[in-house]
């Protein structure tokens, strides 16, 4: 007689999810992106002064293989059409230098000399409606005003009744205001323009923007292809349609800046003629100049110009800032959409914030390339990422009859 089978079935051991558990070839893959990765940071961090070049070489490039393409139609060969644009635009700029640069010079020798004299009466314009501004522009304290002041009216004193003759002239607030803002100026400008700190660093920095610029519009298919071969061929179709994009958004944003440049030079100078303020093509040049670097440009144009108002009134220098006011206020309504045909859809606080991240990373060049830069990086962010990924149907404007990183 057979003994009765147990039919209570025993648990079956338990699984771990798939998913959970990482295999030692999965850890080993992560960890290898990982340091990639930050090798790649720490490279690009060591270099961020050639990266910067770089990236100024391929948006000129971008600019450049636009009248290329241009003349292509012509059936003048990329090479010749390419030295040809880059000539003709160093002669344009050289023809227009040597007909301004000897008034360019006689009134910025007068920017230079006059300036001072303007912030020392905007000084004591303020200070004699605000003595508490000015306190903690000369780096006093509020709470010790009292004990500053006595200090300063024995040290008056003291300077008046000895003969030394190697005491300063304007031993008062605003010698040392005037001495404390040049000390803040020169080390602003050792911060943001550190690349002027060397002649030969500069020399070889344009030129290697010009190289590269000569290179990439007479042949940027060589590395568009060069892209495209680190994906798969399923994905190089799309690739090529964000790297057409991210082209059509650079050569926009760049012809778009350079024609409000001209813009903004040019209005700006005949505002202050106008107004009658003294050095007003230089300042114009300024203007012209600074307006390559969107919202904090603009700014720091007009502090010059409403400090050179000064000189003749304060009302006068009112008058400058609501000029620049005015002037900024219908580029960015009136000439900016009209040039842009739409914009690139940059948010401005996130606009703003990679500004001043830029900024702080490296000095002036981060702030001028940062609005290229975030335009670029955001077509595959949402092309990819948005669309793709995410499935969200954005519009994201192209220029795919222009350009040298067009399909085909």
Known sequence: MTPP?????????????????????DILRAASIVAGLLIILKLLWFANEIVIVAFLGTLFGIAVASGVDRLARY???????????????????YTLGSFVAPTIAQQGHELRQRLPDAVERAEKWMNERNPALMSSLLGADSSATPAAEQVTTTTTTVTASTSDSTAPAHAGPSFALRENLGKKLVGSAHYLFPFLTSTVEMVAGLLLILMMSLYIGADPDTYR?????????????????????????????????????????????????????KAPFALGIIAALLEFVPTF??????????????????????????AYLVIQQLEGHLLIPMLMKGGMDLPPVLTIVTQGLMALLFGFLGLMIAVPLLAAVMVPIKMLYVEDALGDEIGVEDDPDEGPLRDG
């Open 5 to 25: 089978k147990d039919t209570k079935q025993k648990p079956a051991p338990r699984s771990r999810p798939s998913g959970v558990s990482w295999r030692s070839a």
């Open 75 to 93: 059936k003048v060969p990329r090479g010749i059409g390419a030295a040809t644009v880059v000539i003709t635009f160093l002669l344009i700029l």
């Open 225 to 277: 292809n060069g892209i495209l071969h680190l994906f798969p061929k399923r994905k190089r179709a799309r690739i090529g349609e964000v790297l057409s994009t991210m082209a059509g958004q650079l050569r926009k944003w760049l012809v778009t800046q350079l024609i409000a440049m001209l813009v903004i030079g040019v209005v700006s100078t005949i505002a202050l003629l106008l107004l009658g303020v």
């Open 297 to 322: 440009g603009p700014v720091l144009s007009a502090v010059p110009a409403m400090a050179m108002g000064f000189l003749d009134s304060p009302e006068k220098a009112l008058y400058v800032g609501l």
